[in-house]
């Protein structure tokens, strides 16, 4: 049989950084941490996996303000040799045993959590105790208490704590929020966002993700956490209401645990309905679509690395592609997120962000589980930094 397709081998690289904005407000005061000499700031990779091997340390290469300066991994052989080749000295590679040491590290001001979804809370909090700052991967935990003490933790240590939600900060995402906000063509009406992939057991890489102790919740959390966030950045708006529905092959061994395809629909008090589809069976999509009163933004893909693609159609037409600026949506997270820190830039992807999708994550899969039942999402969580307003806002 053929090997399926993973998520990576339709994903193509990206190109160069591009700039970030230096129009931003002013970040709220969190406490200050011991800048070394460079004015880079210091970057840990926390677990070496795919993504901080063909993406994240590619693109602290390519970094304005962030720079790699330590790596923690349960792999010292492999942890030895991704340091050597990054120039890194032998003391700047730590284990997950010896990981409180880098309290004493001042080298390291911000720890970028990329460890399976269940063990970003432990590495985050540590991180805090030890005074640095954190940015996570998406979903940000596998619980809501385990996010909600990842926030309290951040609150504790006076430390920025962001989630690594690159689309807010990817050129063709922001393009479509500036059209939206804008109503080039007329009012919102309708979202639709398709967000999934095959996934592979046989894959190190997948195969916790099938695993509900170490993901959460399988597909949803991987890939329809792209979908959740995707119409709320679009709309700038919270649902108020959720119905979703699941249909899951429990003869098919990579769904033992978790759900296969989710179809969830979100209400929102401006009368907008985004529908969003996840499955970690069926052929890689991360697109999505606005539908407006006079015509559509066809994002698709929307969410891969790089070849993002906008069509829009108004009036029947559809006009020529417009592709995504060359550039590193990783890089640019990563210099964000080292502008928050040296108070250059405010925050736009908290960690109160990832809380509300994994709860609206959970209320989905809430109504699944009794067969499309309304649950109420109207629990008064605004956005605090709409990304259209400071990410490349033009001066
Ligand atoms: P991988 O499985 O490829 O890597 C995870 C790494 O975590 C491992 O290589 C290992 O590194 C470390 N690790 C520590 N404990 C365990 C354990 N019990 N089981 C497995 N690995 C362990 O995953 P990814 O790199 O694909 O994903 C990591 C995180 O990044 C996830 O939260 C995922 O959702 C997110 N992600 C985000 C993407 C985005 O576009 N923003 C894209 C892909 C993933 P070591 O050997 O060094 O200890």
Redesign the pocket.
Known sequence: MPKRPSRRDLIAAAGVTAALATTAKAQPKAKETAMPASDHVGFAIV??????LT?LIPALKKTKSAKLVAV????PE??RKVAAENGLPADAVYG?DDYDRIAKDPRIQVVYI????A??AEHTIKAFKAGKHVLC???MATTIADAEAMIAAAKAAQRQLMI?Y?CHYEPMNLDVMRRLRSQSLGKVRQINTTMGRQADPSD??DA?RLDLK?SGNGAL??MGVYGVSAARYLLNEEPIAVQAWAQTDRSDPRFKETEDLINWQFRFLSGVIANGSTSFNYAATMAFEAICEQGRLVADPAAF?GGNRLTVVEGGQAQPPVPAPAGDQFAREMDWMADVVRGKAPMVSPGEEGLQDMRLMEAILESAAKDGATVKTDWGYRRAVDPAKVVDAKA
């Open positions: 677990g070496l996996g795919k993504l901080s993406q923690v991994s349960g792999h492999k942890a997950y990329v460890l399976p979804n063990l970003h991967e998406k979903p690594a690159r190190p890489s916790w170490l959390g991987d690395y």
